[in-house]
């Protein structure tokens, strides 16, 4: 037999106009003011029955009060869930007569507070629950949640739901943060506007030009410091919207730029950093002077690729697309676009030759087992990924092929310091290398006066961004990049003086893009969540009710 419904009735003692005793009231403490006529529980489902009949109310159009009872109706709600079963509240309400005879209602319902709302078929707690799911979790995961906690729901009324949610007070902060994110990358970009002093996203504006910006700022006055990348649209914006407030460049940005910079140089003097490996590798000749007078030849693979990015550069001057110029060349269209995003064919070889492979740390290690005798490629990977290799069997065994071959250990040996790793080298503090690596740059330093004076460049730059000292040593740094034969700081500086007040600000203030960033990748979490496609307006709505 199908088990039958319990059906228990409360009793007078618990009901009444006060809403109950304590314990139902403890229980169901949104229910507080109604009388509960009845409780029946089923399987699947728990149903109360109550009314909430005041005496009189407020007129919702017109504020009038009035006593006067029209009729009543009974209305159905959905209310949170109670043992892991729905719950369903049929509630009998009074409809009043207005008293105003020019008021547009005649009549109007009564709503109990903190429990229902004008046109909705659920609680207030339930909206409030199934909202906070969507915020957190989007359609899909919300739906999955809400069914585990009894609750059966729509994944498109939980996005409704985030759409619904009422506009907060937005007032511009003291420091505003502005940054930009992709929609989708490479064509849709919208703007995050962060208090930076608290963290917290307060709005987003469509696109990543200065028009939006300058509007916001003009509607909400107040921003007194705005921290921005390098980007001249968010300048502008922020001089035309606030113009009073003081602008600050990010000095992650401003360390990203001179890093950028500072590998353009290295790659320049990619042939002293070959004649310096082959020193540190190989035993000093007996005659200096007959060893310098002999020239640094290109290998065919590098004459190869001086080819191939003039011709790469020749057909994206034609217009094609790096698809096209890939199948035209019949390259990967990886490769297409390294030779594409390269000036000059000295800095597309520099980057081809400089990159580092999973290899590189561990070929002392397999030069050293090798020249002891053991030849086992199993062996040999695992006692490398006992020292930190995260590489394939494969990979290892194609790199000793040469040596079964008989090729010495030291012929496979790097004929060239990596470019990336020389200027990691130039970016880092000296306490933070190894000794090896001080005596390679010691050997950097003292075998080219370029890079020689590059570092202390670089030092200086990074000890002024360190100490916030841009106000008094920012001029001084830029005069002595000036008088100084480097191409590539010549064009850090010449990028720094366009932005010059915003810079000096950002190397001697404490604000920065941090609070900023980290929204933005929290941005990107939640446009993950609902698979791409969400749009500005929901993805809005999630961003700035949404719990740092």
């Known amino acids: 037999m199908p088990p039958q419904p319990a059906t228990c009735v409360v009793p007078s003692a618990l009901s009444g106009p006060a809403g109950g005793?304590?314990?139902?009231d403890d229980l169901l403490p949104h229910l507080r003011g109604l009388v509960l006529e009845n409780v029946e529980c089923t399987m699947s489902v728990v149903v109360i029955t109550a009314r909430w009949h005041p005496p009189g109310a407020a007129c919702p159009a017109c504020g009038g009060w009035s006593s006067r009872v029209h009729g009543s109706y009974v209305r159905q709600l959905r209310d949170l869930p109670v043992g892991g079963r729905p719950v369903v509240i049929r509630l009998a309400v009074r409809r009043f007569l207005c008293r105003d005879p020019a008021c547009a209602k005649a009549t109007f319902a009564v709503q109990a507070e903190g429990l229902t709302a004008r046109y909705q078929r659920w609680s207030l707690p339930l909206t409030g629950l199934l909202s906070r799911i969507a915020l957190e979790l989007a359609g899909r995961a919300g739906v999955r949640l809400a069914a585990a906690l009894g609750i059966a729901v729509h994944r498109g009324t939980l996005l409704r739901l985030v759409i619904d949610l009422p506009e907060p007070a937005i007032t511009?902060?003291?420091?505003?943060?502005?940054?930009?994110?992709?929609?989708?990358?490479?064509?849709?970009?919208?703007?995050?506007?962060?208090?930076?002093?608290?963290?917290?996203?307060?709005?987003?504006?469509?696109?990543?030009?200065?028009?939006?910006l300058s509007e916001w700022l003009q509607a909400h006055p107040?921003?007194?410091?705005?921290?921005?990348?390098?980007?001249?649209?968010?300048?502008?914006?922020?001089?035309?919207?606030?113009?009073?407030?003081?602008?600050?460049?990010?000095?992650?940005?401003?360390?990203?730029?001179?890093?950028?910079?500072?590998?353009?140089?290295?790659?320049?003097?990619?042939?002293?950093?070959?004649?310096?490996?082959?020193?540190a590798d190989q035993p000093p000749p007996p005659a200096p002077e007959a060893a310098a007078a002999i020239?640094?030849?290109?290998?065919?693979?590098?004459?190869?690729m001086r080819d191939q990015h003039a011709a790469v550069q020749a057909l994206a001057a034609r217009g094609l697309g790096l698809r096209a110029i890939a199948r035209e060349l019949g390259v990967d269209r990886k490769t297409a676009r390294r030779f594409a995003y390269a000036a000059t064919s000295d800095e597309a070889v520099a980057r081809a030759i400089s990159r580092p492979t999973v290899l590189d740390r561990?070929?002392?290690?397999?030069?050293?087992?090798?020249?002891?005798?053991?030849?086992?490629?199993?062996?040999?990977?695992?006692?490398?990924?006992?020292?930190?290799?995260?590489?394939?069997?494969?990979?290892?065994?194609?790199?000793?092929?040469?040596?079964?071959?008989?090729?010495?250990?030291?012929?496979?040996?790097?004929?060239?310091?990596?470019?990336?790793?020389?200027?990691?080298?130039?970016?880092?503090?000296?306490?933070?290398?190894?000794?090896?690596?001080?005596?390679?740059?010691?050997?950097?330093?003292?075998?080219?006066?370029?890079?020689?004076?590059?570092?202390?460049?670089?030092?200086?730059?990074?000890?002024?961004?360190?100490g916030r000292t841009g106000d008094q040593d920012l001029a001084g740094w830029l005069e002595q990049v000036d008088a100084d034969d480097q191409p590539e700081l010549h064009t850090f500086a010449a990028g720094t003086r366009q932005d010059l007040a915003a810079v000096t600000a950002g190397l001697t203030m404490p604000y920065s893009s941090g609070p900023v960033e980290g929204n933005v990748n929290r941005v990107k979490a939640i446009k993950r969540q609902m698979y791409g496609r969400a749009s500005l307006d929901l993805l809005r709505k999630r961003v700035i009710h949404h719990p740092t």
């Open 222 to 279: 107040g921003a007194q410091v705005i921290c921005r990348d390098r980007a001249g649209a968010y300048a502008e914006g922020a001089r035309d919207g606030a113009p009073g407030a003081v602008q600050v460049a990010d000095r992650w940005h401003l360390w990203h730029n001179l890093a950028e910079h500072t590998a353009r140089a290295v790659a320049r003097h990619r042939a002293c950093l070959k004649q310096i490996a082959a020193a």
């Open 362 to 466: 561990y070929q002392p290690h397999l030069h050293r087992r090798w020249t002891e005798g053991c030849h086992d490629t199993a062996v040999l990977h695992t006692e490398i990924t006992a020292l930190g290799y995260r590489g394939s069997l494969r990979t290892v065994y194609r790199y000793l092929q040469p040596l079964r071959a008989g090729t010495d250990p030291q012929a496979l040996t790097p004929s060239a310091l990596k470019i990336g790793e020389v200027t990691s080298w130039l970016l880092r503090p000296a306490e933070d290398l190894t000794p090896r690596q001080q005596h390679l740059l010691a050997d950097v330093r003292g075998h080219c006066a370029q890079l020689d004076r590059l570092a202390g460049h670089v030092t200086s730059f990074a000890k002024m961004m360190t």
């Open 295 to 304: 020239p640094a030849t290109e290998s065919r693979l590098e004459a190869r």
């Open 172 to 212: 511009a902060p003291l420091v505003l943060g502005v940054d930009d994110f992709a929609l989708r990358r490479g064509h849709v970009y919208a703007t995050i506007l962060v208090d930076a002093a608290t963290g917290r996203a307060i709005d987003i504006l469509p696109g990543r030009d200065a028009g939006p």
């Open 21 to 24: 005793g304590a314990a139902l």
